[in-house]
């Protein structure tokens, strides 16, 4: 069982930037952040996997948002520029050992979600 925690959410104004950090009980081959808006299906943010970190990002953020972690002190981060209110959701950390890092499916481990929020 992999244990996740979400940290560095809350409210900021448009156009600033943010970043989420998720402390991990272990390293997994695949990690990835998701969101989900109220009233809305959960969606891949942002993905990354394999000894060389190779990442994948979702149309929305990709040239907004960046994934890394720190293997050594097992922990992802998210990185999000320019915040617009349409990015405001519940933000979640997740991981797995599949080979696919994509779907949700592929992610066995999740955290609680950290929110956030960009006032319109």
């Known amino acids: 069982q992999v244990q996740l925690v979400e940290s560095g959410g809350g409210s900021v104004q448009a156009g600033g930037s943010l970043r989420l950090s998720c402390a991990t009980s272990a390293s997994t081959h695949c990690m990835g952040w998701f969101r989900q808006a109220p009233g809305k299906e959960r969606e891949r943010v942002a993905s990354?996997?394999?000894?060389?970190?190779?990442?994948s990002y979702a149309d929305s953020g990709k040239s907004r948002i960046s994934i890394s972690r720190d293997n050594f002190k097992n922990r992802l981060y998210l990185q999000m520029n320019n915040l617009k209110p349409e990015d405001t959701a519940m933000y979640y950390c997740a991981a797995g050992q599949t080979i696919g890092c994509s779907a949700t499916a592929n992610f066995a481990y999740w955290g609680q979600g950290a929110q956030v929020t960009v006032p319109s």
């Open positions: 990354i996997w394999g000894n060389f970190d190779y990442t």
